[in-house]
């Protein structure tokens, strides 16, 4: 985390023993970056080692003067092999870009759009948006 910018990425292996085959390992990662366009940022807690909630500089529905809240433009690239050995699973790619909008630090609409790509399959493109409520 860096004042408004975050990075994060992780890689994974999965090791598998199949019966009366030989085994496999399926190996991924992503990459992900966010920026807030307002005057944010996102806590982590060093002792824990998580994230934090983000608390938003300017609510909205702040009693007397309810302000914007935080908004954030996103990105992630990620990528999945699911092929080894005698398994042909293909490798998935997918791009998403979004944003999201905090509207207290218990509120928050995500929106995002997904291009996914499994090889020799197909791909596909993908609008969610989500409401998420914590206490």
Not at 105 to 119: C, G, K
Request: with cysteine; aromatic share 12%; charged share 20%.
């Amino acid at each position: 985390i860096w004042h408004r910018l975050s990075l994060a990425g992780e890689y994974m292996m999965n090791s598998l023993s199949q019966v009366g085959g030989p085994d496999v390992d399926f190996t991924g990662y992503y990459v992900e970056g966010a920026y807030f366009l307002t005057n944010d940022h996102r806590g982590y807690d060093r002792k824990r080692g998580v994230f934090d909630r983000v608390r938003p500089a300017s609510p909205a529905y702040a009693s007397g003067s309810g302000g914007c809240g935080a908004w954030q433009l996103k990105a992630r690239y990620s990528f999945l092999d699911l092929t080894d050995a005698n398994i042909e699973g293909g490798e998935l790619r997918d791009i998403t870009v979004g944003a999201n909008w905090y509207l207290t630090s218990n509120m928050r609409l995500m929106f995002e759009a997904i291009d996914a790509d499994l090889d020799g399959v197909d791909n596909t493109q993908i609008l969610q948006m989500r409401v998420q409520v914590d206490w």
